[in-house]
C-alpha cells in the first residue's frame, strides 16, 4: 500500500497529473528543529532538468510543510507535506491510447485496477518518489542529529561501466568510508566518484541519448555511524527492511548488501569478519563482508547496499508490440527522454534508507531503556 | 518482528534450544483440505543430514498442526504447527563462550537484547525457518488450488559456478518454464538442473569441506500462473514484497527480480518486453526481463529472482578474531559443518514466495469484487 | 498513530493552527465516481456555527481533492484531501500560558512530547477529526454505492435528558429501522429526532449557555443493510473496531453496542435473540439485543451503537487550578464557547463508522471469492 | 485477526476441541526473569469449576513455555506458550446440528466462513481467551517490574445488583487506589469487593441457575502507577486501544472510561479535573472523572473503566427459534450452563489492560528517549 514503516512511518499520495505529490510522515520525534530549507536539497536533487543528460523538463517541487511544526520545531504530530503539480490537468488518453508501453506499468495499472489512468502507470510514476524524498529527509536529519548517522549514495555503475565494488577491495571500502554528498555531487552528472568512470559514463549515456536509446546503471550507498543493535528479526531484518525500500523505488531490479552476490563466491575463511577491540571497547570487524549487519541486526561497521536500476523502458525509438486491443503495430516515439536515471535516484536511494534506519533506530529504543530494570 | 503478511499472516516463535519452534498462520482461506501430509514434504526437504555433503546432524521435524482444522479442512482460523526440538535443554555459554563467532550473530543478538542467549545468535538459528517452510507449505497449497500457481527454486550457482542466467538467454527461459521440483530433486545433493553443473558444483562442495572451509550460492525460483494484478504500488510492489522476504532468510545478501543487476547494462531497446495477444485475449511479453511484473504488479509472465547467500560462517578451521572482552584470540574448530546450505535453502525460499503471493492475492481479491458494481 | 484501518486505511494531519488540516485515503477501491460534492456536505454537517447554539466562529472547511481521480472517478490510488486553516499563525503562548486548562490536553500533550504547542492539545483540537469526516463520506459513498448500506447517527441523550434506549423497545426498534439523516437534521439545532425531547434539550443547552457552563451527551448510531459475515475474530471484532473507532473521537467516554450495559440487566431467556426465516432465505433475528453482531461478526440485522461524550472542557466561567509550575491560582474565562457538541459530533460518528465497515468488508471480500473453489 | 499490539503484540490460536490453544507473545522486553509460575495464576483464576455457581467442567489448562526464555529470563525472543486441549476430539455435528443457538456465533461463523465447525463459534469459544490470558500475564509482569504498575479488575455489577459507581463517590474513587486482587479473590465465587452487595448477587446468580436462565454483569478494572504520556493520537488514544481490546473479549456490550455514560449527564464546570501540584513537582487532578486520561493520554491519575457483559447466551431451558434450514421449532436444553461468567471475565479483563498498557508504554518510550537530545 502507500504507507512505510511502524513507528517512524510515512504515507505517500500523488500521480503524475493531480493537483500535489505529497506525504505525511507520521512519527517523528518531537522538539527537533525541522524548516523546508532542511527538506529542500533533496528534493531540488531529485528534479530533472539539471543536466543536458537529462530530460529537459523543469519542475519547481517547492516543498510546503502544512503540519506538524511550530516556530521551527517538530511538535511529534503528522508532518503533512505538499508539491504541486505544475501541469495537473488529466488528459482523457482513454480513446486515442492504443497501446500500453512495454515494460511500463500501463497495462498492469489498468487489469489490477480496472481503469485507464492519464498518467497510464498512475503511482508508477516518476512523481510518486517526491513524497518519499521528503519524508527521507527528515529521517535523515532526526538520525543526524541523534547520532551522527551519514547516508551517502553514488552512481557506482551504467551499463557495462562500473567502478570496482569488490567488497575486499581495500579503495572501495576506503570509498565507503570517506565518500560525502558535496564530493559525490561535484561529479555532474553522472554522480560517480571517479573522474575516469565518470567521464565513461557520461559518454556512454551521450551515445544512448543519440541513439534515442536508454541504458541502466547501479547505484551504491553506504550508511555510516548507525548505532549497534537495530534491525528485527526474523521478518525485519535490517537488510530485509532495506531490500524492501529499494525494491519499491520504481525501475529497481536488484538489491545487495555488503558482499551481494561476489560474496557467494568467496570461501568463507575469507568472507567472515574477524573481530577487533575498537578504542571505545566495542568490537568491531577488520573486514566489511558482512556490510555493517549480522543476523539481520547493525554491528556499528558501515551498512553499505547496491541497487541496480533497469535501463528507463521510455525511449525515443519506435518500438514493435500489440495494442490493448491485442493487434500487433508499432508504437512510435514521442519527444525526448532521459536515458538514464540513476543520478536522479540517489537522493531517492538515500530518503529510503534513511527512512528503514529512523524506524528501526525508534523501535530499538522502545526496547533498551529497560535495561537493567528489571528482574 | 516476528509477523509477516497483511492478511495472509505468519508469525512464527522458536530458537534452537527451546521445546519447540513453530508458527501461527492466521487468514487462511476456509474449507480448504489440508492435513500434515500437506506440510510435511517441504519439511523434510529443508532437513540436513539428507546427504553426504550436510551435516549429519539428524532432525526429526515431525510437524503438528495444532489448531484451525477439522475432519481435514480449513475452518477459516489461525493454524498453529509446532515442530518439537529433538534436544531442547539450553547450555549455560554465558561462563565459558569466550569468543563470538565471526560473521555469526552472537555479538549482534547480545548487544540489541543485552542477554547472551545459548543458542547464540537466537533467531538466527536455521530452525527458526521451520515455521516459515510449514506455513508457506500451506500459501503454496491454497494458490496452487485456487489458481494453479506453480513455485520451483533451483541452485544455479555455487562459488563461481553457475548455469547461465541471462535473462535473454532461451535456454534459461525455457528452464523457468518448464522445471518441476521432482526435476530439481532428481539432481541430489546440490539440486542444480543441469548435470554437468551439478557435478562440478558436488566436486567443489566437497573439496571446500576437506578444506575445512565453506562456500556460498545462488538460489533461482520461479512463479508460474500467478494472477495478474498482484502487488500494491507503492511500498508494496510484488518485487519489493519478494526482495523483504528473501532478505529476511539467514545468510541472504542479494535479490535480483528478472534480469537484475545483467539488467543494468542492457539497453532499453532490447530490454523493453514488447507485448504480444495470447489466446485468451490477454497481453504476454515476447521477452521476459521484466520478471513477471511491471510496475510492482504481476503481468501474468512467469515471475522469476535469484537470491544471493552467503558461505557458512561456521567452519571447522581455527579463526584468529577477538573475545567478547575485546582481547585477540583464536577461535578454535569444533566438530563438522556444513560447507554449503543453498540446497537446504530451496523449500525456504519457496515458502517465502508462496506467503508473499497468497498475501498478495487476498489482498488483491478484496478489490476485484468491486468492479463494475460501483457507480 | 494517525493511521486507522487495514485495507481501506486512512492517515490524518492537522492541527489547529497550521497551514491546512487533511488526509490520505488509502485502498479505494477504483472505479468510483467520486468529487468534492460528495465530501462536502459531511463537513458542512460538522461545522460550528449553524445555529445560535454553538460556538459563533465561522470556519469554512472546503475540501480540495489533491490526488487519486481522473474525471470524477476514484483510481484505486490514494485520496488526499486537504481543507485549509482560516487562521493558521501559530501563537507563541510558551511564555504566557500559565494554566494547563482542567480537563484538556494541554499538560499531557506537553508531558507526552515535551513541546508547550500553540494549540495546547495539539491533535486533540476538534479540527483534526475533519480529515476523518472527509474520509468517512468516501467510505459512506462505496458502501451505499456497493450494498446500500445507510449510516445514521442521532442525538439519543444530553444531560439527563434522553429518549428511550431501551433494546426492548419497540419505539426504538422502529427508529433505529427508519431514521434518516434529513429527518435527523429536521431537528435543529440539536438533532434528537422528538419534537419533545428534542426541544427539552435544547431548553437545557441554553440553561447551560447562559449560566456559562456546559454539558455532554449521547450519540446513537444505526448502519443498515450491511452484509452478514463482517468483522474478524478474535481481536478484531466488528464492535471492538467501532469502540477503538468511537473512543478515539475527541470527548468520547462511552460506547454500547446493541443493548449496552442495560443488557447486563436482561435475563439470557429475554436476551437471547430468536433466529426466523427471512424472504430472502436468510436468517434474520426476532429480537436484536445482540445490535447485529454475534461473535464478533455483522448477522445481518441492523448494527446500532451508542457513545457518550462528555461535557466540553472549555467553559466560559473561571475556575480554580493549578498553573504549570504547581501554584494554586484561577484560569479565568475567556470569550464564550460551545456549550455542547454532540449535535456536531454526528458526522463525525458516522464517518468512523463508515470506515470501519468499508474495511472489514474488504477484509471478509478477499475471503469469500474463495469459496467452494478449494479442494 | 488474531493479533493484537505494534510493539508488544500477542498473537492467539486455538478452538474448543483443538489440540491446544495458546499465543506467541512478541516484543517481550529481554532480561526479564519469567517461568510458568508467573503465568498459571491467571490462567487458574480464570478456569471454570472453581466454585457451586460456575460450570462444573474441570479443566487442567497447565500452560508451558516453548520457547522465548532460557534459565528462567526472556530473551527478548518471541514466547510461545500452549495449553492442551483436555478433550480435543472434534465432533461431527454437520448432521446432527439443526439449530444455530439464539446469540452465539453459530451462524455468523458459518456465513463468514462457509463452514460448520465442531464448535459452532469456533473462535468464539471462551479457550480462546486462554492465550490472552497467559500473555497478559507477561505484559502484567512487565509492567509492574519496570513501573510498579498494578491492575485490579472486580465485579461491579451482576444484573440490576451494582456498587456505587458514580465517578463523584468518595467510597467508589478510594476503592479503585487501594483494592487489590487478593481482595477480591477473597469475594468468592462472585468477587464483588462489598460483602452485603457481592452476597445479593450471590442470592440472583443461584436463583436464575436453578430458573435454568442466565444474567449478566460489569467488570471494572483500575490500573494504577501507569506513566504519564501513554496513549498515541490520533486513532490509538489509550482509551481508544482499552475499548478495543474489552470489547473484543467475548460477551462484551460495553466500555465505559472514567465518568463514562454518567459524565454526560455532569455540567462541565463540576466534571472537569482541576490541577494540584503532587509531592513529587508533578500535576495531579484532585478529582478523576477523567479517568487518568485526558486527550487520549495517561495523565497519572488512576486509569478506570467499566465493561458491560451479557448474559451467557446458553441457558439450559428450551427455546423457540429457528433451523439452520429456516424452520421454525424448539432447540431443546443440554446439560447444566453457567449462569453468570462475570467473575472468570476478571482475569481477562486485566489480561488485555495489561496488553495495551505494555504496548503502550514501549511505543512511547522510543519516543522520549531523543528528549533534549536533538536540535
Sequence with gaps: MSSFGTIFKVTTYGESHCKSVGCIVDGVPPNMSLEEADIQPQLTRRRPGQSKLSTPRNEKDKVEIQSGTEFGKTLGTPIAMIVRNEDHRPKDYSETDVFPRPSHADYTYLKKYGVKASSGGGRSSARETIGRVAA??????????????????????VGTISIDRDPRSAEFQKLLSTITREQVDSFEPIRCPDSTVSQKMTDLVTQLRDSQDSIGGVVTCVIR??????????????????????????????????????????PGSQHNDPFYAKADGALGTTTNNSGGIQGGISNGEPVYFSVAFKPPATISQSQSTASYEGEDGVLKARGRHDPNVVPRAIPIVEAMAALVCADALLIQKSREYTFGQLS
Excluded at 527528515?138 to 549514495?153: C, D, P
Design 225 to 266: 555511524n548507525l548505532p549497534i543493535g537495530l534491525g528485527e528479526p526474523a521478518f525485519d531484518k535490517l537488510e530485509a527492511m532495506l531490500a524492501h525500500a529499494m525494491l519499491s523505488i520504481p525501475a529497481t531490479k536488484g538489491f545487495e548488501i555488503g558482499s551481494g552476490f561476489e560474496g557467494t563466491k568467496i
Design 136 to 157: 527521507g529527509a527528515i529521517a535523515e536529519k532526526f538520525l543526524a542529529q541523534s547520532h551522527g548517522v551519514e547516508i551517502v549514495a553514488f552512481v557506482s555503475g
